[in-house]
C-alpha cells in the first residue's frame, strides 16, 4: 500500500490525529497541502500551513517514510531552507518524520546530526508507541503499521470502542479512517470481503466510506452513479471543481472513471487529478 499517500489524506481530512501525535494543541484553522514554489518550480509535500489569522504560529513539514532513504534528511532540511528564502515572513516551524520503526530510518545521519538534534525537529516510531498511553486517534493511526494477521481483530476492537462513544462528526471520520486503513491494506479484498472482515454487514454500511464510495453508485452499478459519485468525492476533497475539469469527468468511460474513484484515494492535491486527467485523455 501506498502508506505516504494514506497520512497524507489522513492528515488531510482529519488534522487533529497529527497535532494528538506531536503532543501540540490544536490550532484551528491549520491547513494540510502540498506547497507550490513557483520560483524554482520546486514541490514540498506535506506541510501544515497555520491560518492567516495566526502567522505566529509554526509550520509544519511532516515527512512519512516507511522505506529507508539515505537522502530523506538531507533532501528534508534542503527544502525546509528554500522554503524559508522563499518565506521570509514565517516565524516559527517544526519538521516531523514519521517512521513505522526505528530500522527503517537511514543509516548515515552523522552529516545531519546537527539538524535532527534541533528541538524543533521530532522522530516518530509508530511501533513504539504503547497502546495503553496513547489515545483513540493514534491507537487508530497506529492501526497502519499492524500486522495484517492481526489487524482485522484490532479493526473490530476499535471500532466496538468507537461504538460505545456518543454518535458525533468525529466519531464517525474515526470509524471512516479505520474502513479506509483496511481497504489500503488489503487492497485485493472486495467490499463485501472487508465488511466481513470488520464485522456486520449492517455496521460498515453506516460507516461515510462505504455510503460514498460504493452505496452511492457502485453498489447500484449505474453509470450515472458512478459519476455522481465521483464528483461528489473530488469536490468533497479539493472544493469546487471548475465546469471545464467537470467536463473532462463526465467525459471519462465507466472504466475510467472506476480507475478514478481507485486513484483519487492516493491524490494530495488536485494537481494530482489534473495529472490523471491529461494521462488519461
Request: net charge negative; charged share 25%; aromatic share 10%.
Amino acid at each position: 500500500m501506498k502508506t505516504d499517500s494514506l497520512f497524507y489524506s489522513l492528515f488531510q481530512q482529519t488534522p487533529q490525529i497529527f497535532f494528538e501525535l506531536i503532543g501540540a494543541e490544536v490550532t484551528p484553522g491549520y491547513r494540510f497541502d502540498a506547497i507550490e514554489v513557483k520560483q524554482i518550480a520546486f514541490r514540498i509535500d506535506g506541510v501544515f500551513l497555520p491560518p492567516e489569522t495566526a502567522p505566529e504560529q509554526p509550520v509544519y513539514f511532516v515527512e512519512v517514510q516507511f522505506q529507508r532513504d539515505e537522502t530523506l534528511y538531507r533532501r528534508l532540511f534542503a527544502e525546509i531552507c528554500v522554503f524559508f528564502t522563499c518565506h521570509p515572513e514565517v516565524e516559527a516551524w517544526r519538521a516531523v518524520i514519521i517512521y513505522p520503526q526505528r530500522a527503517t530510518e537511514q543509516r548515515r545521519v552523522q552529516p545531519h546530526q546537527n539538524f535532527i538534534q534541533l528541538p524543533e525537529v521530532t522522530r516518530f516510531y509508530l511501533k513504539e508507541l504503547p497502546d495503553a498511553e496513547i489515545s483513540l486517534p493514534l491507537r487508530i493511526l497506529k492501526l497502519i503499521v499492524e500486522p495484517e494477521v492481526t489487524a482485522p481483530a484490532k479493526s473490530r476492537q476499535l471500532l466496538e470502542t468507537l461504538k460505545a462513544s456518543p454518535r458525533d462528526e468525529i466519531v464517525q471520520r474515526l470509524e471512516e479512517l479505520i474502513v479506509t486503513i483496511i481497504v489500503y491494506k488489503f487492497p485485493q479484498l472486495t467490499r463485501e470481503e472487508i465488511a466481513k472482515m470488520l464485522g456486520t454487514k449492517e455496521s460498515f454500511k453506516q460507516t461515510r466510506f462505504y455510503q460514498d464510495v460504493f452505496e452511492e453508485g457502485l453498489e447500484q452499478g449505474l453509470e450515472q452513479g458512478e459519476r455522481s459519485l465521483l464528483l461528489k468525492l473530488l469536490n468533497r476533497r479539493f472544493g469546487v471543481l471548475p465546469s471545464a475539469k467537470v467536463a473532462q469527468i463526465e467525459a471519462l468511460s465507466v472504466e475510467q472513471m472506476e480507475n478514478l474513484v481507485e486513484a483519487q484515494v492516493d491524490f494530495s492535491a488536485v494537481a494530482d487529478l489534473d495529472n490523471w486527467l491529461s494521462q488519461t485523455n
